[in-house]
């Protein structure tokens, strides 16, 4: 028997296919870094088409949460900061987290890091191996990705703007208490000013008629890729079909060890997880400790539902 030739092995059409089939790997990773960076353009995996709906990543949850230094109580209106809560909470867990600005966050997940810089270092080795192949419409076909990618983050770049954050408060600490679904329970601290970076107003600003116009062109980038892909060479196919399968688990793989959520200059990250029996157990143990720090208020308790009243809180506020 002979051995079959990659061309009886491998389809022309599998590389645009793959490019087109459904993924969430960039949408999670456009959340969790708070918007997209240039370098973005050539990490090329499944899942372009989808990007511009990043928003939807919070599964339309808008968890109550309240402010334990003044009782006020309000949502969580940022999807992406939701998004990060609902990954990283425990259910019958409270999760502390710390939030703190710091503009030069680009290595906060080192192995993060690694693992992307991997996926666009493929690219540009595949790259090179096709123009080396002359395989002109493999080249075309990894440049409609590219452009489609520049376009969309072109797009979130315009979108990704720092809006209305309330009043500041510079200089005044913040402590936050988070009832997240099912039953995961996330405490997040830092400056108020920060704090409202991360939970307060719009994320991603309303697609003006210029973004819609350039998502509708990347769009169109992704699906005319296809042309390119049944004119190009079995191995050119090939070399890119596997571009894009490696490139979609090295992003997956990235997501995956990103510990921390990047907003706005501003960085959140897991300090603590501790385990309850019961969610009183953990309202108790919370006013215990800012009791011992000057501060009695257990309103916020009252307002989440914690507790059905002070009585509830037994001797720790006495």
Same mark, same amino acid.
């Given at each position: 028997m002979f051995a079959p030739k990659i061309s009886q092995l491998f389809y022309p059409q599998a590389a645009s296919l793959i490019a087109l089939a459904p993924s969430e790997t960039i949408l999670k990773r456009t959340a969790l870094t708070g918007g997209a960076s240039w370098l973005d353009i050539f990490l090329l995996a499944p899942g372009i088409l989808s990007q511009q709906d990043a928003p939807k990543v919070n599964d339309s949850e808008y968890p109550a949460t309240a402010a334990m230094t003044t009782g006020y109580v309000f949502r969580v209106e940022n999807q992406a900061t939701v998004g990060y809560l609902?990954?990283?909470?425990?259910?019958?867990?409270?999760t502390t987290l710390h939030v703190e600005e710091r503009p030069d966050s680009l290595h906060i997940d080192p192995l993060a890091s690694f693992a992307y810089l991997a996926g666009v270092a493929s690219t540009a080795c595949v790259a090179a191996a096709l123009a080396k192949l002359g395989?002109?419409?493999?080249?075309?076909?990894?440049?409609?990705?590219?452009?489609?990618?520049?376009?969309? +983050?072109?797009?979130?770049? *315009? #979108?990704?703007r720092k809006g209305w954050k309330g009043m500041p408060e510079p200089g005044t600490y913040g402590d936050l208490m988070v009832l997240v679904s099912q039953d995961k329970w996330v405490r997040i601290r830092g400056l108020v000013d920060d704090l409202k970076t991360v939970t307060a107003g719009q994320w991603l600003q309303d697609m003006s008629a210029l973004d819609s116009l350039l998502a509708s062109a990347a769009s169109l980038l992704v699906y005319g890729s296809v042309a390119f892909a049944w004119?190009?060479?079995?191995?050119?196919?090939?070399?890119?079909a596997g571009l894009l399968a490696l490139s979609a688990?090295?992003?997956?793989?990235?997501?995956?060890?990103t510990t921390k959520l990047r907003m706005f200059g501003c960085v959140v990250g897991v300090t603590d +997880?501790?385990?309850?029996? *019961? #969610?009183?157990?953990?309202?108790?143990?919370?006013?215990?400790?800012?009791r011992a720090a000057g501060d009695s208020n257990v309103d916020w308790a009252l307002r989440l539902g914690l507790v059905k009243d002070a009585k509830d809180l037994?001797?720790?506020?006495?």
């Amino acid at each position: 028997m002979f051995a079959p030739k990659i061309s009886q092995l491998f389809y022309p059409q599998a590389a645009s296919l793959i490019a087109l089939a459904p993924s969430e790997t960039i949408l999670k990773r456009t959340a969790l870094t708070g918007g997209a960076s240039w370098l973005d353009i050539f990490l090329l995996a499944p899942g372009i088409l989808s990007q511009q709906d990043a928003p939807k990543v919070n599964d339309s949850e808008y968890p109550a949460t309240a402010a334990m230094t003044t009782g006020y109580v309000f949502r969580v209106e940022n999807q992406a900061t939701v998004g990060y809560l609902q990954r990283i909470g425990k259910t019958g867990h409270l999760t502390t987290l710390h939030v703190e600005e710091r503009p030069d966050s680009l290595h906060i997940d080192p192995l993060a890091s690694f693992a992307y810089l991997a996926g666009v270092a493929s690219t540009a080795c595949v790259a090179a191996a096709l123009a080396k192949l002359g395989d002109h419409a493999a080249l075309g076909f990894l440049g409609s990705l590219i452009a489609a990618r520049a376009l969309n +983050v072109a797009v979130l770049k *315009r #979108r990704a703007r720092k809006g209305w954050k309330g009043m500041p408060e510079p200089g005044t600490y913040g402590d936050l208490m988070v009832l997240v679904s099912q039953d995961k329970w996330v405490r997040i601290r830092g400056l108020v000013d920060d704090l409202k970076t991360v939970t307060a107003g719009q994320w991603l600003q309303d697609m003006s008629a210029l973004d819609s116009l350039l998502a509708s062109a990347a769009s169109l980038l992704v699906y005319g890729s296809v042309a390119f892909a049944w004119q190009a060479t079995p191995l050119g196919s090939a070399l890119t079909a596997g571009l894009l399968a490696l490139s979609a688990t090295l992003l997956g793989l990235t997501n995956s060890l990103t510990t921390k959520l990047r907003m706005f200059g501003c960085v959140v990250g897991v300090t603590d +997880v501790k385990k309850y029996e *019961r #969610r009183l157990f953990m309202a108790q143990d919370i006013v215990r400790e800012r009791r011992a720090a000057g501060d009695s208020n257990v309103d916020w308790a009252l307002r989440l539902g914690l507790v059905k009243d002070a009585k509830d809180l037994g001797e720790v506020i006495l």
